[in-house]
C-alpha cells in the first residue's frame, strides 16, 4: 500500500486477516456430515438454517462462531452472550449465502489465478514471502484452505456488488453543480465557515450487517431526540464515540474544505441550530449533524474555494497479528513521550510504521481535504504545526499523527467537479448497495432450525 493511498482507498489487503477471523468460512452447501460429541459419539450435523435451496449446517455456524470468538479474545475484547453472537453469526451467514447464490446466477466465478495473485500481494503488502505469510496465518489458527476460500468469497462479493450495484450509480451534472455551489457557500465569491456539533456511532471493521443495522437503529432513536428538541450536547456527552463527546460533540468553526464533503453537502440547506434530518453514513459509521452557525470564510474570498492542504506525517500499527488495542496504544502514548523529549518521528516511523510509508519515515506529504479516512482527516486539523497527536483509531489500526505545515491551494474548476462527483457516487453506492442487500433478504425463502429457531420466536 503506496503511502495508504492517502488512507482513503479500500484496503482489502490490510483487512483480509482481520476479516477472514472474523467473517469465518464462507461455503456453498455441504453434505451433512457426522460431528463428534463430548462423549466421543458421532451424531449426524444438523441444519441451522435453509436459505433457499441451501443450507447452512450447524458445524459451519459454530465454526465460524469460533474463529470470531477467538479474534474478540485477542483483541481483549469483550464476548456477547453466546446465544446473541450465534444468531448474529448466522443471520451474517446467511446474508452472505443469499450473495453467494446470487453470483452463481450472474455467472461471476473468480478463478484460481486471481486468488493467488490476491494473496500474494497480501504477503508482499506484509513484508513476507508467501510461505511465511502463509505460516502466520495458520499460527493464528486458520487453516490456509479457509483463508483461500474467504479471499474467494470476498473477491466474488466484491464483484457482485460492482455488477449490480456500483455499476449503476450515476451522478448528474445538475447534482454536481449543487455539490459545488454548497462547498461555496450562498455567494460565488465567499465561502462560510460552519460551526457543528456531531454524534458519532462507530462501526466496526467488517462489522456484519446484523450489527451495522443494530448500531443504525440505536442512531435513529438519538436522532430522533435531537430532532424532538432534546440537549444535543447531553446526547453527545452520552452516546457519541468520538473523542470531542466530553465537549457535547463541539466541533466549533471549520473551514468546508476541512469537512468531509457528505457532512457539507448535508448541512447546505439547514438553519442555524438546526439537525439534519437524515444520518450521515461515513467510512467510519453514522452521523448526526447539527448546525450551530455560518460565519463568512475567515481570508477565503475567490471565484473559486481554496484548499487547505496539510503536510503530514504518521506512524501506523495495525491491530492484527495478535497485537491487542491497548497494546498498540501504548506503543504509539511511548512513542509520543520519546519524540515530545526530543525524539525523531522519522526514525521511529522507520522502524515500527507498518504503512507504505514508513521507508520515507512516514511522510504522507500534502493532504487534501477529503483524501483521508474522516477519523485521521479530523485527529490531524486539530494539530497545530509539529504538533503530535494522542493515538487515533481508523479502520486501518492506530495512528500517531504529526502536521508538519499548512497551505492554500487554488482548486482547479475540474479538480472540484471531480471530487464532487465521487464524493456524490460513493453516498449513492453505499445507499444503493445497502438498498438492494435489504430487498436480496426480502425476496429470499429462509428458514431458520432448531436453536437458531428458538431465539428468532423469542425476539
Not at 255 to 268: E, F, G, K, N, R
Request: aromatic letters at 4%.
Amino acid at each position: 500500500m503506496s503511502n495508504m493511498n492517502k488512507l482513503k482507498c479500500a484496503m482489502f489487503a490490510a483487512g483480509v486477516f482481520a476479516a477472514a477471523l472474523l467473517a469465518g468460512p464462507v461455503a456453498h452447501a455441504q453434505a451433512l456430515t457426522p460431528t463428534t460429541t463430548a462423549g466421543g459419539a458421532q451424531v449426524a450435523d444438523s441444519v441451522a438454517a435453509v436459505v433457499n435451496s441451501d443450507v447452512i449446517t450447524e458445524r459451519e455456524l459454530a465454526d465460524r462462531t469460533g474463529l470470531i470468538v477467538r479474534r474478540l479474545q485477542q483483541q481483549n475484547a469483550p464476548v456477547p452472550p453466546a446465544d446473541q453472537l450465534q444468531r448474529q453469526v448466522l443471520d451474517q451467514m446467511v446474508v452472505e449465502r443469499i450473495q453467494l447464490q446470487k453470483a452463481k446466477e450472474d455467472n461471476i466465478t473468480i478463478d484460481d489465478a486471481t486468488v493467488q495473485r490476491t494473496l500474494e500481494r497480501l504477503a508482499q503488502q506484509n513484508n513476507m514471502t508467501l510461505d511465511v505469510y502463509r505460516a502466520r496465518i495458520e499460527a493464528q489458527g486458520v487453516p490456509w484452505t479457509t483463508f483461500q476460500r474467504d479471499a474467494r468469497t470476498e473477491l466474488t462479493l466484491s464483484k457482485l456488488r460492482e455488477k449490480e450495484v456500483d455499476s449503476k450509480i450515476t451522478v448528474s451534472d445538475g447534482e454536481v453543480a449543487n455539490y459545488v455551489a454548497s462547498q461555496r457557500g450562498p455567494s460565488a465569491r465567499q465561502s462560510n465557515d460552519l460551526h457543528l456539533q456531531h454524534i458519532m456511532f462507530k462501526v466496526p471493521e467488517n462489522a456484519s450487517q446484523t450489527d451495522i443495522a443494530a448500531i443504525q437503529a440505536k442512531a435513529e432513536g438519538v436522532l430522533k431526540d435531537a430532532q424532538s428538541g432534546s440537549d444535543f450536547a447531553k446526547l453527545a456527552k452520552n452516546n457519541s464515540q468520538d473523542t470531542d463527546a466530553a465537549k457535547g460533540g463541539d466541533l466549533g468553526f471549520r473551514t468546508q474544505a476541512s469537512l468531509p464533503a457528505s457532512i457539507v453537502s448535508a448541512v447546505a440547506a439547514l438553519r442555524p441550530n438546526e439537525v439534519n434530518p437524515q444520518l450521515i453514513r461515513t467510512d467510519g459509521g453514522f452521523e448526526i449533524i447539527k448546525l450551530v452557525d455560518r460565519r463568512v470564510g475567515q481570508g477565503q474570498a475567490a471565484d473559486a474555494p481554496k484548499l487547505v492542504q496539510t503536510h503530514v506525517r504518521h506512524i501506523l500499527l495495525r491491530v492484527a497479528d495478535g497485537v491487542s488495542e491497548s497494546a498498540a496504544r501504548q506503543k504509539l502514548l511511548e512513542i509520543k513521550g520519546d519524540v515530545e523529549k526530543g525524539g525523531d518521528f522519522a526514525n521511529f516511523a522507520r522502524t515500527y510504521s507498518q504503512d507504505g510509508s514508513a521507508s520515507q519515515g512516514g511522510d504522507l506529504g500534502w493532504i487534501s481535504p477529503g483524501e483521508t479516512v474522516p477519523e485521521f482527516e479530523r485527529a490531524m486539523n486539530n494539530l497545530k504545526d509539529n504538533q503530535v497527536s494522542d493515538p487515533v483509531r481508523s479502520e486501518y489500526g492506530y495512528h500517531l499523527i504529526q502536521v508538519l505545515g499548512r497551505r492554500d491551494a487554488e482548486g482547479s474548476v475540474q479538480q472540484q467537479l471531480d471530487t464532487a462527483r465521487q464524493a456524490i457516487g460513493q453516498r449513492k453506492a453505499e445507499q444503493a448497495y445497502s438498498d438492494w442487500l435489504r430487498e436480496l433478504r426480502d425476496t429470499a425463502y429462509v428458514q431458520y432450525k432448531g436453536v437458531a429457531a428458538q431465539q428468532a420466536l423469542n425476539q
